[in-house]
């Protein structure tokens, strides 16, 4: 049981240049979530999804796409880098029951540097 | 908006001292859940406790306790006897509420405080 994956773990990339940052999850969780960790600033959500086939934006989405294809995988695009996008992305899954939060499992981490 | 608030940026404390992280929250909702997180140096992050708004019991688990005052809107962390591996980030979170009761579990993260216990 792997929980939640995250590939790749490093990439430094230059300006404009594109790049999929891929989650996995074997917990058969319904949500995932994808954050991003910032010094000082703690952790800022992106964007999510409630199911398969369905995304949403999160507190600070420009920049980003997602896509939910899988309901094991949630993918995070950047189409054309900036600078202001390194920091460390993080992947998380949880259970879906109404009126009810569970907590969140994270991955590893993703740590990018844009040049 | 929701908002959460770890004022303490560092503490730096001597191992087997005790020590009180604190976690300030605002939200409009009635209903809602604050979580406690770990980032050891290592980078991932751990989950330690979730914690209903309806539910104002104090819990303790091993050295952890945790003190939850809705009247404060504060939802306290303390590690005693803190040991070297206590050193971390810690994050306090808060979840949402979506109108109509449903929450997707966004969470709302604290600035994190960086704790380091020293031998």
């Known amino acids: 049981n792997a929980g939640v994956t995250q590939t790749p773990k490093f990439r430094v990339l230059k300006t404009g240049q594109s790049m999929t940052l891929l989650c996995a999850q074997d917990?058969?969780?319904?949500?995932m979530y994808w954050y991003r960790q910032d010094p000082g600033m703690g952790l800022r959500l992106i964007h999510y999804?409630?199911?398969?086939?369905?995304?949403a934006k999160g507190e600070v989405p420009d920049g980003y796409n997602v896509s939910r294809l899988k309901k094991q995988n949630f993918l995070l695009g950047l189409e054309s880098a900036a600078p202001s996008q390194t920091s460390v992305y993080f992947c998380?899954?949880?259970?879906?029951?109404?009126?009810?939060?569970?907590?969140?499992?994270f991955g590893p981490g993703t740590r990018l540097t844009v040049t | 908006a929701q908002k959460v608030t770890q004022a303490q940026t560092e503490i730096s404390v001597v191992e087997k001292e005790d020590v009180t992280l604190d976690c300030v929250y605002e939200t409009r909702d009635t209903t809602y859940y604050l979580f406690w997180y770990k980032q050891p140096p290592s980078g991932e992050l751990v989950f330690l406790i979730r914690?209903?708004?309806?539910?104002?019991q104090n819990e303790i688990s091993g050295r952890y306790s945790w003190n939850f005052q809705k009247s404060t809107s504060s939802f306290n962390f303390t590690i005693t006897a803190s040991q070297v591996v206590d050193s971390a980030v810690y994050f306090c979170?808060?979840?949402?509420?979506?109108?109509?009761?449903?929450?997707?579990?966004?969470?709302?993260f604290g600035q994190g405080t960086i704790l380091t216990v020293h031998p």
């Open positions: 979170a808060l979840s949402d509420q979506n109108a109509g009761g449903t929450s997707y579990g966004k969470l709302t």
């Open positions: 914690r209903n708004s309806f539910d104002e």
């Open positions: 998380a899954s949880s259970r879906r029951k109404r009126e009810v939060v569970y907590e969140q499992y």
């Open positions: 999804s409630v199911g398969e086939g369905t995304t």
């Open positions: 917990m058969n969780h319904e949500y």
